[in-house]
């Protein structure tokens, strides 16, 4: 079993923060602990871990660009190696067939905090600016999805996305008909859609989804 999210209360001058180390040896103590509010209130409390988090980020290959390239594919090979040194989860990439210039990246995180240390740290800096060239990040967004769940030998996958406030329903109609599927909510402040990977096409749900992409899994 992998050890994570060791967190360990240190001292710079009269300020608490807090430090986490994952079992990649990675360090982060960039932010306080998600839940500093309640360890104010009482230090000595011991809290249940979080569950970890899912990234799922949509870039767009710019023209006549693609992973055939040596150069391109050696760069996606970095950030696999970079960020999972740092997160302690392998990144999945997919593609759809639907829109042969996009790629999708879906990863764990233990936390929203820990992506947001790593996308101002040094590393993925460095990674942002050699791929500027040769891509356009469509968007990214953060889901209270335990990242666990996702199998990571799933050659395919359905993604669908709904409006706010649809999560349980879906889950609903999609529990026990299907051989894995995981429902989440975007943790976004201002925005709470709902996303939903599954083994297979979502057709029958009484519920129409604002997205519908079939990914197809690209091995590096």
Known sequence: MQVRDQWTRQRDRDHAIWEVTYASGCTLSS??????????????????????????????????????????????????????????YPLLFFTNPKAPSEIHLITGWESVEAHEAWIAGERNQELLRVFAPFINILGMVHLDIDFERIPNDAESMICLKFGEGVGGQVEREIGGHLHWAVVGQNLQDDCHDVCIFMQQDGTGLDIEPTLHMELQRVHL
């Open 31 to 88: 932010y306080p602990h998600p839940r500093s509010a309640v360890l104010a209130q009482e230090p000595s409390i011991v809290l249940p871990k979080l569950l970890p988090i899912t990234e799922f980020a949509s870039l767009q290959f710019k023209a006549s660009r693609s992973l055939s390239e040596p150069a391109i594919l050696a760069l996606f090979q970095k950030l696999f190696a970079w960020q999972s040194e740092c997160s302690g």
